[in-house]
């Protein structure tokens, strides 16, 4: 069968497969002419071997039958290929309806394929005329019947002429009708597809002129962020400097109200300096090109991410450690470094103050991703807070108790998501907290970073 819908699909033009209807209409189409050619050949077969008593154009049907396959697969029309299959069919089986028994033979029941065929997969019109023409022809046979001198009516003597022809009119009757009602039942199901084809197509279009407003929305957001950024980073290390040196010039002369106002402007500018390098990071993430990503190894990332934390985990006192991680990944390298860096440093800071910290690397191989988990035995987050804390500018602790700008976290989610993965955070409050993220496997990889694993595992 498969192999059938493989042979279809060849014949079927690309103009036909655009439309859902029309594909389905056009492979059913030459699924019936196919199947019409094997039964021909198994028919010679028997004709020629079991049964040579009776004769069929086969042959001629068979070329015929090629010529619809090839009609169609150089129009694509199923008016003209339907039409010319008609034809065939009719041609052949009512002269061998003809030949063997008139109005009484049983081949003629078998052509009401035809305006089925026609109502199905050409159109209405099609459909109404090869009925016209099936009538007719019965008509005509009956008629034969009544006037031919060599009558039928010995070879058949129970059956009456015009009862026989009154039982195969009206069998052709209901049967039009039946399928005429599914005709029009199909006529129905392909207007509404039609409509809901529309309508998905009108809100593909929407959204892809939505998404564009908003990728140039963004691009500009990220840009105003870097430049503001840049422009802010020297005001306020002229406050901070100047705070300084006023702080050396005047500490004598300072009252202890005036010392503490100076130190509140000089630890101001701190804070604003670590929230604009912050808010840089974080804008950033949206600048990386989408298709920058390469092959490295994630033990060695890992390994530069803890260099770069060194001072943090000797202060606080933590051991980490990394298990089942695998040799490489495709990504972001500097992204995914940004990833660990936050979350390892985000593990630390929330670290338990009567015991030591530990922190646990792992990861689980899965069918189109690699699931990261950084596990901490710290202090824990509520479970109300533990979906809300991904949101830039999200805090759960006071300045006093923990610093921070609430960023941190939030670029984490936005480097997983241009990773095509998720990241989520189990926890307990006083017992710890397990934040889990996925990275896909099947990102592209750019071109002018894709290396073997031998040139990336020396470097």
Known sequence: MDALLQISDFFIPVSNKTKQEVYW????????????????????????FILPDIEFPHFLFLAVSGLVLLTFKLKGSL??????????????????????????????????????????????????????????SVTSLYCLELTTSSSYKEQIANFDGTYYFSIVFLLYVFLFGLIWVVERGQNVIIRELNLQRKNLEAQRAELEQTKAALMRSNSELSVYAQ?????????????????????????????????????????????????VAEVLNYSKVDLEPSLNFEKFNIHHLIERVQLKLAEQIKVGDATISCQKLPLEIIGNKVSIAQLFQNLLSNAIKFRPKDKALIIEINCIEKANCWEFSIKDNGIGIPIE???????IFQKLHSKSEYTGSGIGLATC?????????????TSELGKGANFQFTLSKNLPLSSHHQLDSSSILSR
Not at 243 to 272: Q, V, W
Request: proline share 2%.
């Open 25 to 48: 209409k056009s492979r059913n189409f030459i699924c019936i002419v196919l199947f019409t050619i094997v039964v021909c050949i198994v028919s010679i077969f028997i004709t020629s």
């Open 79 to 136: 008016v003209l290929s339907g039409n010319l299959f008609a034809s065939i069919l009719f041609s052949c089986v009512f002269s061998e309806c003809f030949k063997s028994g008139g109005i009484y033979s049983h081949d003629l029941l078998a052509l009401v394929i035809i305006p089925f065929l026609m109502y199905l997969f050409a159109n209405n019109w099609s459909g109404i005329i090869w009925s016209v023409i099936l009538l007719s």
């Open 413 to 425: 989610a936005k480097v997983v998501h241009m990773h095509e993965g998720k990241i989520w955070v």
């Open 227 to 275: 430049v503001t950024s840049h422009d802010l980073k020297q005001p306020i290390r002229t406050i901070n400097s100047f705070g300084k040196l006023l702080e050396r010039e005047l500490n004598g002369s300072l009252s202890p109200r005036a010392k503490e106002y100076l130190n509140f402007i000089i630890e101001g500018s701190l804070e604003m300096k670590s929230l």
């Open 385 to 391: 807070y533990q979906t809300k804390i991904f949101d």
